[in-house]
């Protein structure tokens, strides 16, 4: 990240980023690197699948087609594959947190059996022995963790910070009363674990009240941490551009945010002690109901979602 750019963020009440950039400094052969990278479907066994196949840029690098992600030979995961943005705040990845750094969390899909199920040897051959690659990685060993730091590096630009809602906060624009009704009561029922700027909550797992689903058996965190406390929590994803990242939840079983905002007008969530511990109780009549949706619409960033420096570089040469 340019550090002019990183100090106008903080200045503007962003917290610190989490990742170490002296460790990847940003390149612009690398950020090439990753885009390229990031939408090869021949980094998948069936040659069909790619990051950007599960990750839309138009939609916040959501998943929109199908409630649960599908991988190789249509294979359906578990769960939705999560929006990707302000990577650089996060210091945990996945629903579960499975991974620690952004630069080991895209060898999580390349290798798992049912998104992209390629090994490690049959990656790095590929790379090694595509005159592409050769050229794209230019002096740089061309190796695994090589690959993923150019990958990481590409997810690092995705930054979001272009919504209303944050022209709101830079006094370029006022909210209508309806926005503002709405941004009072998301402050006060749902800020509690969806904080601003970032509306998430970085490296904290919370219960979302939904337990475990019959068929799909997943436990959340517990199955990482083994811990029975640990059980059906899962990350606390950030809410911007949350109007183009449906369908919602963990599982995707949610198709609008009318039906997320109303599963939570009558609800007590019992917080984890990352938030404080004890219970939080949510209650929104019908009308508060829509001034919370018209906030959240407010989230959503148009030229996060439209820019073509995030799309697939469908021009370029393999």
Known sequence: MDPKFQRTLIGEG???????????????????????????????SDGRVS?????????????????????????????????????????EFMWD????????????????????NMSIDSILFFLKNDPGYQRAFGQRE????TMLRAVAQFEMTFISRGSRYDSMKRKQVVFTDQEHRGYQL???NCGVCHSEPLFSKPGTFA?????????LHDKGRAEISG????????????????????PYMHDGRMKTLTEVVKYYSDRTLLLPKALGGGQHVI???????????????TLTDPGFLQNPSFQEPRLSPR
């Open 14 to 44: 962003w917290p610190l980023p989490k990742y170490d950039f002296t460790q990847n400094p940003m390149d612009p052969e690398m950020v090439a690197l990753g885009r390229k990278l990031f939408y090869d479907v021949r980094l998948s």
């Open 51 to 91: 990051c950007g196949g599960c990750h839309s840029s138009y939609t916040a690098f959501a998943h929109v087609d199908h409630p649960r992600s599908h991988g190789v030979l249509d294979r359906e995961g578990r769960r939705n594959a999560p929006a990707l943005m302000n990577l650089a705040w996060q210091s």
């Open 97 to 116: 947190g499975a991974i620690k750094h952004l630069d080991l969390q895209s060898l999580s899909p390349l290798t798992h059996r049912t998104e992209m």
């Open 142 to 145: 061309i190796s695994i963790p």
């Open 186 to 188: 998301f402050q006060k």
């Open 207 to 215: 219960s979302n009240g939904l337990l475990m689903d019959s068929l």
């Open 227 to 246: 811990k029975p406390e640990d059980e059906f929590l899962f990350k606390v994803p950030s809410l911007r551009n949350v109007e183009a990242t449906y």
């Open 283 to 297: 209650v929104l009549n019908s009308k508060e109901r829509v001034d919370v949706v018209a906030f959240l619409m």
